[in-house]
């Protein structure tokens, strides 16, 4: 029998019985190739979340030393401060003992005047100003340790548990530009020009992060020569932004399209892992917000962040 007699010979509603069996397969397939996407996509989403923690903590442990060459400083100067104070308080107390051995022949005589010039030797009226000279210089360096603490956990909040606050965005720059003013300071004059901003609701240590990403790339732009790292603030309408500019080298237009692809990097190799503005992206996308660039090769680049003041309610 040939296929032509045997069509013939079948029931038109066998034919489609075989068309729904055959969309039915299909639509079994597309059904589990669907539930595998979605499982595929969730462990992507944990893999990104945990790809943000682990760049968190490799960007700090990159600053932890300009971190340490800062309290290393003021540590410095309070020790040597303090070695200085011990010989005064040395010489201090051999004038003491001088007079309680003489207390009872004070006046004319020889002891007197040995005290006395003794009290000139040792410029007594000169220590009585320099002590305290002395003890607020070692405030002083105390109180730039606890600031430099402060701003390190204001940074990586390690001592609260991350929800969504509202927050001061020009504090988190503030404690920021502190984290990685070791990195900048050799290379860049920073120039604050703060708008009036409201408090954001936001995640304010991933926030920090941005910022800390678009500084230290805007540091690590600019050549030999100082430059200038310009960070604005304002607020339009709803958002409020944030711009970063320097005055380095820019980047080339080919590479503006690609600039947030993930492990996508211009500097050389070893300097970057090509994850920070990825991962900064992905962090204002979080809040529902925008980070654009405009950058022209020679000229510097700015980086811009819009987040909303605040989040929509979660029903």
């Not at 079994?28 to 945990?50: P, Q, V, Y």
């Not at 390190?152 to 404690?175: C, M, P």
Request: with cysteine.
């Amino acid at each position: 029998m040939n296929t032509a007699s045997l069509d013939k010979g079948l029931p038109e509603d066998l034919l489609d019985q075989m068309s729904m069996a055959q969309v039915r397969a299909m639509v079994s397939e597309l059904l589990k190739a669907n539930e595998e996407l979605k499982e595929l996509n969730g462990k992507l989403s944990d893999a990104r979340t945990k790809l943000i923690q682990s760049e968190k903590l490799a960007s700090i442990g990159q600053l932890a030393a300009g971190v340490a060459h800062e309290i290393n400083n003021p540590i410095g100067f309070i020790f040597s401060n303090f070695g200085t104070l011990e010989k005064y308080l040395q010489d201090l107390f051999q004038m003491l003992s001088a007079y309680e051995q003489a207390e009872s022949e004070l006046g004319n005589s020889p002891v007197a005047g040995r005290l006395r010039a003794l009290y000139k030797e040792l410029e007594i009226e000169y220590l009585k100003d320099d002590i305290p000279s002395l003890m607020s210089e070692s405030r002083d360096g105390i109180q730039r340790v606890r600031k430099i603490v402060q701003d390190l956990k204001d940074f990586s909040r390690v001592d609260a548990r991350q929800e969504w606050e509202w927050a001061s965005l020009h504090n988190g720059i503030d404690s920021t530009l502190n984290i990685v003013n070791n990195e900048i300071k050799y290379k860049a004059d920073v120039v604050k020009l703060y708008g009036e901003l409201p408090e954001v609701q936001c995640l304010s240590s991933e926030l920090n992060q941005v910022f800390m990403n678009l500084l230290v790339n805007a540091a690590h732009a600019i050549g030999t020569e100082r430059g200038t790292i310009t960070i604005r603030t304002g607020v339009s309408g709803p958002d409020v932004w944030v711009e970063v500019a320097d005055t380095g080298c820019g980047i080339a237009p080919e590479n503006l399209g690609r600039i947030f692809d993930p492990f996508f990097t211009t500097k050389a190799v070893g300097q970057g892992t090509g994850l920070g503005l990825s991962l900064s992206y992905g962090i204002v996308q979080k809040h529902g917000g925008q980070m654009t660039v405009a950058s022209q090769p020679g000229e510097g680049t700015t980086f811009r962040v819009k987040v909303p003041i605040s989040q929509p309610v979660q029903t």
